[in-house]
T-cell receptor, first 113, second 120 residues
């Protein structure tokens, strides 16, 4: 079975500073990888996904992530954050053709002025 | 596009009563719908996978007689929490996959806004 580990439970960051959220996965077979964002009391919104091809994936709101197969990682980055980026971020993985998502524990990003 | 709604957005009920939560795909037909449960400050846990016209598949540890799932059409799935108790209080989120999605999109799940259930 696949699993996801988000290495940081909370990440405080100042506005306009860069941020990196770390995600590692475990699977014996190939997977799809996703990053979702959850704003308070809301559902999840897809930020970006890796299916195949280029290992650098660009998403919405200026976020990007890089798939590293040898390190089984899929870290999320943004070069300059805004107050509105304050939210919970979830890394998720699914087996190819399985479609069930396994989520990490989440990382709370708090952006301060 | 790809909007999923849930109703109600929040509900308070008495212990022992049943509560029905609706999940609708508004602008697409859903091949599969998923139901998740999220406790405060925690991640999402998949409860069950629902396919139109067939019985739902429940994850290990989820009581199927407690959490009844009906997927009557390609745009509607319902979760009924039967004989609710305070420990059932949680945030319930559904998601859906687009039936007509092409390669590169069919693995994407679109999430609803969630339903907060409080059982007194």
């Amino acid at each position: 079975a696949q699993s996801v580990t988000q290495l940081d439970s909370q990440v405080p960051v100042f506005e306009e500073a860069p941020v990196e959220l770390r995600c590692n996965y475990s699977s014996s077979v190939s997977v799809y990888l996703f990053w979702y964002v959850q704003y308070p009391n809301q559902g999840l919104q897809l930020l970006l996904k890796y299916l195949s091809g280029s290992t650098l994936v660009k998403g919405i709101n200026g976020f990007e992530a890089e798939f590293n197969k040898s390190q089984t990682s899929f870290h999320l980055r943004k070069p300059s954050v805004h107050i509105s980026d304050t939210a919970e971020y979830f890394c998720a993985v699914s087996l190819i053709n399985d479609y069930k998502l396994s989520f990490g524990a989440g990382t709370t990003v708090t952006v301060r002025a | 596009g790809a909007v999923v709604s849930q109703h109600p957005s929040w509900v308070i009920c008495k212990s022992g009563t049943s509560v029905k939560i609706e999940c609708r795909s508004l602008d697409f037909q859903a091949t599969t719908m998923f139901w998740y449960r999220q406790f405060p400050k925690q991640s999402l846990m998949l409860m069950a996978t629902s396919n139109e016209g067939s019985k739902a598949t429940y994850e290990q540890g989820v009581e199927k007689d407690k959490f009844l799932i009906n997927h009557a059409s390609l745009t509607l799935s319902t979760l009924t929490v039967t004989s609710a108790h305070p420990e059932d209080s949680s945030f319930y989120i559904c998601s859906a996959r687009d039936r007509t999605a092409t390669q590169g999109e069919w693995e994407t799940q679109y999430f609803g806004p969630g339903t907060r259930l409080l059982v007194l």
